[in-house]
């Protein structure tokens, strides 16, 4: 059994340059969602980057060299941003790949996603929190976002653009999943993520999952990735979850018996079964690529503080003062949190440190310590019974040995 088949591993050296960079373009966003990061508000922040210092950053990240990194355009609402469609254009002249994560709003029109998408935008990646109206826009606070994210859903993928969905999984919709991933295999995505919540902004007040109800979730987005390309986000465990279920389906082990789960699990692909998701369709599952909180992954504020996630709120420095290409590769906050050495608790007693980390973000969230053990696994370290099959697994995912993965988008 491979390792590297998997997990996709990042093709650079992720102590050089990142994977992907998030830019929170603007915290101006008419929407009230109950679990914002950004504690979104409705008018603009004089303090934000302007148009020349937003090209300054796209010409810093082309610094990171070719193949820049993926530089996504988010909020709040990008679209509040007059310059957008010029910044796009600006990142396609660098060389530099450029996605756009909207809200789904009124200004979410065909109009205007035809112009991101003639500026030279390589994706959009939208947000569906419920399969149905009522869940959709309760979590988002405001009525008809449903239907707005949905149509602009449709119209995009009608000019051949990719599309990626994120959904936020939290108490509202646990057992609405499988509808949720109904509507992606439907409509068409290149890609569907699970965003596990981080309690930070307003998300501080929703209630958290507990690790069984992870670990079952977990298990159903795995299961799901044969009826759709499936990730998850803030949740690095699961690419733990992706190497013991390949080990056991090689073995023919029971996965439910081995790995404990629970009835939230056979909740989830009871629904799914009946909803005809458990009929597969793609010949592979996506492999779920090995990034976490300062490797491969940097976040950009509004005001241009450089941090390792947009849910870790610990800054290593200013785009305006210090060259992004400098901060990634030296401050001492990404250096210290790309060695899982520095781990703790469970998490630094873990085989499988490697190649998940946990959440940084979750971890600093609920102990104020960007260490810490993640709060949302149950995984005992040592427990997973198949020894010499996982270290074989493990040596795999190591950079220089097993396969290597292209790039994707």
């Known amino acids: 059994m491979s390792g590297a088949r998997a997990i996709r591993r990042q093709h650079q050296d992720v102590t050089d340059r990142p994977f992907i960079v998030i830019w929170e373009s603007t915290r101006a966003c008419p929407l009230a969602c109950l679990h914002c990061r950004a504690e979104a508000v409705p008018d603009r922040d004089p303090r934000e980057l302007d ?19 993926l530089f996504v355009i988010t909020g709040g609402d990008p679209f ?64 008809g976002v449903y ?35 109904r509507l992606v295999r439907d409509h068409g995505a290149m890609l569907w993520s699970a965003f596990f919540l981080v309690p930070t902004g307003r998300g501080r007040q929703l209630g958290e999952l507990t690790p069984a109800e992870t670990e079952d979730v977990l298990n159903f987005v795995y299961d799901v990735g044969l009826t759709v390309p499936a990730k998850t986000t803030e949740a690095h465990h699961f690419r733990r979850v992706a190497i ?7 073995a023919g082990d029971d996965h439910v018996e081995v790995l404990g789960l629970g009835p939230l699990h056979r909740e989830l ?23 976490n909180a300062a490797r ?18 610990l800054g290593a ?13 030296t401050s001492e906050l990404f250096t210290g949190l790309r060695d899982p050495d520095r781990l703790g608790g469970r998490c630094g007693r ?60």
């Open 296 to 313: 491969g992954f940097v976040f950009v504020s509004h005001t241009g503080t450089v941090h390792p996630s947009g849910f870790l709120p």
């Open 317 to 329: 420095g200013s785009v305006r003062t210090r060259p992004l290409t400098e901060i990634y590769r």
């Open 80 to 143: 509040q941003r007059p310059d957008l469609n010029e910044l796009i254009a600006r990142g396609k002249e660098a060389g530099v790949r450029v996605a756009v994560s909207p809200s789904g709003t009124p200004t979410l029109t065909p109009e205007r996603l035809r112009e991101v998408h003639e500026a030279g935008a390589v994706g959009l990646s939208l947000s569906l929190d419920g399969s149905t109206a009522e869940l959709h826009d309760g979590f988002r606070g405001v009525p």
């Open 147 to 181: 239907g707005w994210t949905l149509d602009a859903w449709d119209a995009a993928r009608a000019m051949g653009m990719k599309v990626q969905i994120n959904t936020t999984v939290a108490r509202h919709n646990l057992h609405d999943l499988p509808d949720i991933v």
């Open 51 to 69: 148009t020349a210092a937003a090209k300054d950053l796209l010409a810093q990240v082309a610094a990171f060299g070719q193949p820049a990194p």
């Open 350 to 409: 873990c085989e499988f440190r490697r190649v998940c980390g946990g959440s940084r973000s979750r971890a600093y969230g609920v102990t104020g310590d960007p260490y810490a053990e993640e709060p949302w696994c149950g995984y005992r370290p040592g427990s997973f019974t198949r020894r010499p099959d996982l270290a074989a697994a493990l040596l795999s995912t190591l950079p220089g040995t097993g396969e290597r993965h292209e790039r994707r988008p």
């Open 244 to 250: 013991q279920r390949e080990i056991l389906a090689e």
């Open 269 to 291: 692909r009871e629904r799914s079964a009946r909803l005809g998701l458990d009929a597969g369709g793609r010949r592979a599952r996506r492999p779920p690529l090995d990034v």
